[in-house]
């Protein structure tokens, strides 16, 4: 593993931008412990009235101890089943998320899809192109320099004239996708955005992330689709139940991930 995982820093060869150092993570759930209370606002209600006591707290401890380095120039394919903690990881390194225990040391504020600010759904799509860039630090003139190319790779059209609320999940994906590539981030977190698109919309979005790479960066990319890791990154990890399964090249990891789940 520490071969695989030195070949892998070496194939980036830059400075690190993420280290992540024995991290722990545990989800507190109120409620939960007991079959019989299902949590309801009429059971809260019933245990305020009846003085009774609070219910059990749940801990899931969701990241049982993780530890690696990212560098400059890394496409990390982030892998793993369902619940193995993917999502919790990547939220965790936006610091989106505390530790319970260990650390993450990240260069600059790593972009949890580039736009950390929400996007308003009753706003224009156009609209929330200008607010994204200026979230993420553009002057005015920059945001308008870059409006039209954000809308063309979006490839919204006409939808972007209309508001946010009334856009698919796969349009939502596309325009926050669009937005984030619209400039360099150190880190950049892609969490499942591009398994909403198309064919030409996928194809778009590996060659961006490619090209952020060569800009310096690090990007992150959780997805499902082997092949698609394969295709854009040089580096993979495989999440298993809260730990490292494996860290290495993307080929071997996801060659590896698939022999054991197919
Ligand atoms: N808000 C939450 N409260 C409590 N438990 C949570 C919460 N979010 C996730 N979990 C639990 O943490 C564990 C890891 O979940 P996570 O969403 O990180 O997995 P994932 O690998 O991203 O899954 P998927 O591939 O389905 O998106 C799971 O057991 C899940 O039930």
Redesign the pocket.
Known sequence: MAELNEAAAGAAAGQPTVIVDDLHVV???IGAANGKDKGTSATALKRLLLRQQRPSVKE?H?IRGISFTAYEGDAIGVV????????????AIAGLLPASQGAVYALGQPSFLGVNAALMSGLSGERNVELGCLAMGMSREEARERHDDIVEFSGLEESIKMPMRTYSTGMGARLRFAIAAAKSHDVLIV??ALATGDRDFRQKSEQRIQELRKEAGTVFL?S?SMKQIARTCNRAIW?DE?VIRMDGDAETVVQAYLDENS
């Open positions: 989800y507190r759930v899931v969701a793993g089943r369902n619940g193995s903690g993917k999502s919790t990881l990547m939220r969490d499942e959780v499902h999440v809260g």
